[in-house]
């Protein structure tokens, strides 16, 4: 992997030739900004949800980073680049531009923790929603392309409703909203099925969480045939037209479904746990997602654990890297001592992070 203007990093160039790769240091070293630079290599905006503007090196004048990563997979290698010259954000697969940044999922699906998902389950619904449809997408590539679209349709809604009111053109996107609405709650559903069965076949020392999901457009789905459903969801958009216009939202969407976690023993919601519980739930549902998407996606998986081994014990970073050892994932860690990784010293690369110099150890 390749960084120019990243961040800390003028120029940076690592060859990740290990299942398992570690970054020690300390706080303010670097180490996060090289997980980041992996993580933008997805759909989304990278594990810190930056700006492109922030994501340039601190001494560069003007807002122009570039990214380059090399897959080798049996002998054969494919080229990523992703770059923001100008402000502009711009992606290439073997030097060919592509129109979306979903493309890259097809090669390489990326998956990530951060210090701040501690708060996942007590924050806003919203976060939860975006943290679970990208482990949907790893038992479903298309997932992120039905929600995505299913938002510029409503988007496009708002738009007509609110100035032109085209009846007919507004049925025609109000069945394609339908139509995504269902898929995409079909997808979750059958995403959550698979995710129990997994915890079902494998057996972990992590504590697993029981996971559902509730919403108008779910209750709709529950009891009616697909067809119908599709039916009674644009039925309904079509009577919220007048609602819909006043609030300037729409108000029957999967966008506002809610996730339910809750405690495989007491059932408590997952807020209602403990912080150490809430931890392992994460990590529970990121080794599942793991195995689930080896079974069912094409592709090359990474792990990206920043900080994760500080906030677990001795027995408990034992049991995660035992498990993502059956799992076979390329994973990244980062931490502040050396001694959090003392099971991995045989087995990964171990780099040395100060002040954004990075030194093999």
Same mark, same amino acid.
């Given at each position: 992997m390749n960084c120019r203007n990243f961040r800390s990093y003028g120029a940076l160039s690592l060859e990740f030739r290990s299942n398992f790769i570690?970054?020690?240091?300390?706080?303010?070293?670097?180490?996060?900004n090289i997980l980041e630079a992996i993580s933008l290599f997805s759909s989304d905006r990278g594990l810190r949800k930056a700006s492109l503007?922030?994501?340039?090196?601190?001494?560069?004048?003007v807002v122009s980073w570039s990214l380059d990563m090399v897959i080798s997979e049996d002998?054969?290698?494919?080229?990523?680049?992703?770059?923001?010259? +100008?402000?502009?954000?711009?992606?290439?697969?073997?030097?060919? @531009? %592509?129109?979306?940044?979903?493309?890259?999922? &097809?090669?390489?699906w990326i998956l990530w923790t951060v210090p701040g998902m501690d708060n996942l389950f007590i924050g806003a619904s919203s976060d939860r929603r975006v943290f679970f449809d990208h482990l949907v997408s790893g038992y479903d590539k298309k997932h992120k392309y039905h929600l995505?679209?299913?938002?510029?349709?409503?988007?496009?809604?708002?738009?007509?409703?609110?100035?032109k009111n085209d009846k007919v053109w507004l049925g025609v996107l109000e069945k394609n909203m339908a139509e995504e609405n269902i898929r995409v709650t079909k997808t979750r559903l059958e995403f959550i099925n698979v995710l129990h069965e997994t915890f079902r076949n494998y057996p972990s020392n992590f504590l697993r969480p029981i996971v559902n999901i509730s919403g108008a457009v +779910?209750?709709?789905?529950?009891?009616?045939?697909?067809?119908? @459903? %599709?039916?009674?969801?644009?039925?309904?958009? &079509?009577?919220?037209?007048w609602s819909d216009t006043e609030k300037q939202t729409t108000s029957l969407s999967v966008h506002?479904?809610?996730?339910?976690?809750?405690?495989?023993?007491?059932?408590?919601?997952?807020?209602?746990?403990?912080?150490?519980?809430?931890?392992?739930?994460?990590v529970s549902l990121i080794l599942a997602v793991a195995r689930i998407y080896q079974k069912f996606r094409n592709g090359v998986p990474v792990l990206l654990l920043d900080d994760l081994m500080a906030r677990l014990d001795k027995v408990r970073?034992?049991?995660?890297?035992?498990?993502?050892?059956s799992i076979n994932f390329q994973t990244f860690f980062t931490g502040t001592d050396q001694y959090l990784f003392e099971e991995l010293e045989?087995?990964?690369?171990?780099?040395?992070?100060?002040?954004?110099?990075?030194?093999?150890?």
């Open positions: 570690v970054f020690y240091g300390e706080n303010g070293a670097g180490k996060t503007s922030d994501l340039t090196y601190y001494k560069a004048n002998n054969y290698k494919t080229f990523l680049s992703t770059s923001a010259p +100008e402000g502009r954000r711009l992606a290439k697969i073997d030097n060919t @531009a %592509v129109t979306s940044l979903t493309k890259f999922e &097809e090669l390489l995505k679209n299913l938002f510029k349709l409503q988007k496009e809604r708002l738009h007509i409703i609110s100035h +779910e209750e709709i789905y529950e009891r009616c045939s697909e067809e119908n @459903a %599709v039916c009674e969801v644009a039925e309904s958009l &079509e009577r919220n037209r506002r479904t809610f996730w339910r976690v809750e405690h495989p023993q007491t059932r408590l919601e997952a807020e209602l746990c403990s912080s150490g519980e809430q931890k392992a739930f994460i970073r034992k049991n995660l890297v035992n498990e993502l050892l045989d087995t990964a690369q171990i780099y040395d992070v100060a002040e954004s110099i990075v030194t093999a150890i």
